[in-house]
């Protein structure tokens, strides 16, 4: 990186933010109180908190959102008349999954190859350090030019809207001119990158009946409804035979207009193995971005060690559809919904639940606040020019921010490149791209406060 000062006080405060991300990675904040403890996500909320407080921050609050979880709110003052910009991360996370498939103890930063291995490193407990590190760069260096609002989130792996709702309820909480989302990525590390698109979600759950409990497949099956066989195929009536995203009613034609996204590359981020294909039709870019996706989440039936031979009373699954900007997230639910009923076979008794739900996103990449970003991120990433990239996940808090404060210019960037395998087992955060994005969003709070 080209030698600046902010670049230097960032490089020569990395040690203590590898520190700090390993004290708030330690804490299970899994918003699922059923899995693991309220006290896990209260203590990362309280770290949180103190580190607002000791940057000087004043107004710092643990905000009891309606979805049961934290959210932590802080303020700090900049110069008399300045712009406000509102700084966004959540430190939440994601279950760990398999602990076995860690190569090091999930909840245990740990460093290889330049990299910070642990869960929520990159997803989004990094993006708490990254707004630290950028505000304690400019604080070396002739201040914060700025009024400076920060909300780190409880819940938002969990899609249960608190913040969402909170934010709704106190409208003047959170306004600000401009909005920086900590919580996307580069398109590839090293390639910086802003987020002007994301996919809305719905989750739903589908539970068929078709007896009155188990029976005996040796004496009943080939003629008693087998619940377990009807899900299948209902999920199953999702896919086209190309695998592309089939919900009766749903437009899934999209195609998208700008970075684009090889097959080769694709195939090797997503870790695709020797001889499978990809499904869907149309560019990478396109399935990704463009058009709707189903995800069958999980499913309740018997595993396989200890099944017996019975054939099955009820079954249900979880299934996730992320839509496109342009498609409303709400009617997109209904119909899929309405899919899940017309295909159940047999006459079988289904209900459906909607346990979740957020609109798609897209930015206005004219904004003033984009061409801050672009030169900041070229003085980050010298020899390379901001790109502008869709994302196929959702962060519901985007279109609520938008519809409450439609002057405000939205720019997401964040951590999330795809070596980070946020979700994945072994996820992680290149300590260089860390780095590099504090340093991109110190420069961009000082370009913004001159534009």
Known sequence: M??????????????????????????KSVADFTQFPRSESEGAANWVADALRAEGFVDVALLDTPDG???????????????????????????????????????????RDGRWYGRGAADCKGGVIMHLLALRALKANGGVPVHVKVIVEGSEEQGTGGLERYAEEHPELLKADTIVIGDAGNFRAGLPTVTTTLR??????????????????????????????????????????????????????????GLEYSEEQFRADAKVLDGVGLIGNGSVADR????????????????????????????RALVSLRVPPGVDAAEASKLLEAHLVAHTPWGARVTTEQIGQGQAF???????????????????????????????G?????????????????????????AAQIHAVNESVSAEELERLSVAEALFLRNYAAS
Request: proline share 9%; net charge negative.
């Open 288 to 315: 990704l971005w463009a058009r709707p996706a189903v995800t069958v989440l999980g499913i309740d039936c018997p595993p396989v060690v200890g099944a017996t031979p019975s054939v099955h009373a009820s079954a």
């Open 200 to 257: 809305g979600m719905t989750l739903v759950r589908v539970r068929i009946d078709t007896l009155a409990g188990n029976l005996h497949s040796g004496q009943f099956g080939g003629a008693a409804p087998d619940a377990l066989a009807a899900l299948i195929r209902v999920l199953d009536s999702l896919r086209a035979e190309d695998g592309s995203t089939t919900v009766d009613g749903l437009d899934a034609s999209g195609a998208w207009d």
């Open 69 to 111: 979880t934290q959210s932590v709110y802080g303020y700090l003052p900049g110069p008399e008349g300045a712009k406000t910009v509102l700084l966004y991360a959540h430190y939440d996370v994601q279950p760990p999954l398999d602990e076995a498939g860690w190569t090091t103890p999930p909840f245990e930063l740990t460093e």
């Open 2 to 27: 080209s030698s600046n000062p902010v670049a230097e006080t960032v490089a020569s405060l990395l040690p203590r933010a590898k520190a700090e991300l390993a004290e708030l990675v330690a804490f």
């Open 394 to 418: 959702s962060i519901p808090l985007c279109n609520t921010l938008a519809g409450l404060y439609p002057e405000a210019e939205i720019l997401l960037i964040g951590l999330s490149e795809p």
């Open 362 to 392: 897209r930015a206005d990449a004219s904004s003033p606040a984009y061409q801050a970003m672009a030169d900041a991120m070229a003085a980050a990433y010298p020899g390379e020019t901001m790109q502008y990239a869709g994302e196929g």
